[in-house]
């Protein structure tokens, strides 16, 4: 097996089929609620190929006109994001190291075709608790780098019920979603991936 970047924690396996079947349920709640929107990129306003929604009381948005932000509001409906559900704020709890729970969580959906292109997750006045996301559905091909753009980076591979954490060192390193393995979950009826990130927000 690959070793891992610094600062990058993998739990393969975290959440069991029968959890990742409660989490579901309760991402269908919140999509219900809340629903998927198509983030556009500041300034270009080019379409991201992931739909996002949001739960928790911030919720990370952006748009062509605005950019990347937090707002405690759904960009279409004007409503409150829908609270984060309690299996989500236990898994905080239990592997972030972090006092306070989380402000956010982003809720990410990738159609076969979808991506991610190398960010860093920096538009939080908080950069340093850890980021902790969960994965459901089609595996994906994850990719992480280090704190400036352009050097070497690694990929691995995420599978439905994986936990990861980038903490400490790795809270600012860069990464995203090279391709999505499709086919390698029966978890959503239609194929596709959810990723779930918790952040904390304010300091
Ligand atoms: C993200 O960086 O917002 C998403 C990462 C992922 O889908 O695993
Ligand atoms: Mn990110």
């Known amino acids: 097996m690959k070793e891992l970047p610094e600062g990058v924690r993998h739990l393969p396996g975290h ?3 029968a959890a990742q079947e409660a989490l579901l349920a309760e991402i269908r709640g919140i999509v219900a609620e809340a629903p998927l929107y198509v983030p ?16 928790g ?3 990370w948005v952006t748009d062509k006109e605005r950019g990347y932000r937090y707002q405690d ?3 279409v409906t ?3 994001w829908p609270p984060i559900p309690a299996p989500l704020l ?3 709890e239990e592997l972030s190291g972090w006092p306070q729970p989380p402000e956010a969580c982003l809720v990410n959906f990738y ?6 292109g190398l960010h860093q997750d920096r538009d939080e006045a908080n950069l340093v608790a850890p980021v902790l996301s969960v994965s459901l559905g089609d595996a994906c091909l994850f990719r992480v780098g280090g704190t400036s753009r352009g050097g070497p980076t690694m990929s691995f591979r995420l599978e439905s019920g994986d936990v990861m954490l980038l903490e400490g060192p790795g809270r600012l390193r860069f990464h995203g979603v090279d391709r999505i393995h499709a086919g390698t979950s029966g978890l959503l009826k239609n ?3 959810i990723n779930l990130t918790l952040r904390r927000v304010t300091v």
Do not use: Q, Y
């Not at 159609?111 to 991610?116: D, F, H, K, N």
């Open 73 to 75: 509001t759904h960009p």
């Open 191 to 193: 194929g596709g991936r």
């Open 90 to 92: 236990s898994l905080w």
């Open 57 to 59: 009381a911030l919720g």
């Open 15 to 17: 959440f069991d089929p």
């Open 111 to 116: 159609e076969i075709s979808a991506r991610m």
């Open 40 to 55: 556009a990129m500041p300034r270009t306003g080019k379409e991201m190929s992931v739909r996002m929604t949001n739960c």
């Open 78 to 80: 004007g409503r409150p």
